[in-house]
C-alpha cells in the first residue's frame, strides 16, 4: 500500500515518522508542497493522499489528483470549507477529515483570551513591560460573573462550556441542533437574539460553512449588549470584520478576540517581522489593548497535532484498503 502526504511541517514528522513505524508494511512518503494542480503528479503510485492546507482544494487540483491515480483524500483538519465537493464528487474522490483531533486545543484558547480580556491583561503587560506596577485602572472581572452565550454545541463547544462551568459563569448556548444531553440542563435559548440580549460574553464554535457567513454582522451586533466581550476561534467569514471594527469604535463591542480572519490565507502563518506588514486593518487591530489577534492558532498544541496526523493516517490507509473510515465525510 502507498500513501503520499501533502504540506508536511516540520513539527509534524514526529507523529509521522511514529506511525510509519507503527505501520512498516505501508510505504508512506510526503513532501512540505501544497497540493495544487503543479504537485498531484508527487502523489502517482499512490491511491490515498493525506493533505493539509487553506488554499483551496479547487477542481483543477482534485481532477489533478484523480488523473494520477488518487481516490481519496484525508484531511488532517475538521474543517472541509476549502472542498469542491462537486468536483470530488465528478472524480469519486472519498474524503475523510479529523472532526475530533482536541477538541481542547480550541476550546482551552477560547477561554484563555476570553480571560485575558476580561482581566485586562495586554493592557497590564505592557504597564509592567514599561515598569509601571500600578493596579488602576486596568481592573478586571470575573468569568463567573458573566453570561457567557456559547453559539454552536459540537465537540468543541461543548468542552467550552464545561470548561466555563468550572470557572462558575452562567453559561446560555444557542445551536439549531441542539445536543439531547445538554439539552437536559437547560442551556439552551432558542432564538440567536435572546442569546445576543443576554449575554455579557459571546463565543463561536460554528463551522464556515455558507449558511453561517457573516453571522455575526451589524445588524446582530446592534442585539447585543453595549460592551459585549466577541470571541472567534472558528472562521474568519463567520464575522464581518467591517462591522466589528465599527462596533470596537463605538464602544459597542468592548473587547474582542479573533484567532481567524477572513482573508488569513497568505497573511497568518507568514513572518512579517522583517517587511512591511501587507494588512492594514489587522495591523491596526494588533495595537489596539482591548483586541486580541492570534493567526489560527488556538488548534495548535501537541496532542492536536498527533491526532491530526495519525487519525488522517489512519483514515487514508483504510480507503487504500477498501475500507470506510469512520471518519469519511459524507457528501
Ligand atoms: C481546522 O482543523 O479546520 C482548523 O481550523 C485548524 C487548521 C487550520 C489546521
Sequence with gaps: VKLFAYGIRDDEKNALT??????????????DELVMPSTAALANGASAAVVYQQLPYTRETLAALAQNGVKSISLRNVGTDNIDFD???????????????????????????????????????????????RWAPTIGREVRMQ????????HIGRVAIKILQGFGANVIAFDPYPNPEL???????DRLEELYAQADVISLYVPGVPANYHLIDAAAIAQMKPGVVLVNVSRGN??????????????????????VYEDEVGLFNEDWSDKPFPDPKIAALIKQENVLVTPHTAFYTTKAVYEMVTQSLDAALMFATGQTPAIAVEY
Design 147 to 154: 453570561t457567557v452565550g456559547v453559539i454552536g454545541t459540537g
Design 18 to 31: 511514529t506511525w510509519r513505524n507503527q505501520h512498516p508494511e505501508v510505504e508512506l512518503a510526503y513532501t
Design 87 to 133: 468536483a470530488a464528487r465528478e472524480f469519486g474522490l472519498q474524503v475523510s477529515n479529523v472532526p475530533v483531533y482536541s477538541p481542547n486545543a480550541i476550546a482551552e484558547h477560547s477561554i484563555i483570551q476570553m480571560s485575558r480580556l476580561l482581566r485586562q491583561t495586554k493592557a497590564m503587560d505592557a504597564k509592567v513591560a514599561k515598569h509601571d506596577l
Design 183 to 189: 439539552a437536559q440542563s437547560g442551556i439552551y435559548v
Design 238 to 259: 463567520l464575522m464581518d470584520l467591517d462591522a466589528i471594527i465599527a462596533g470596537l469604535n463605538s464602544g459597542q463591542i468592548g473587547d474582542f478576540a479573533m484567532d
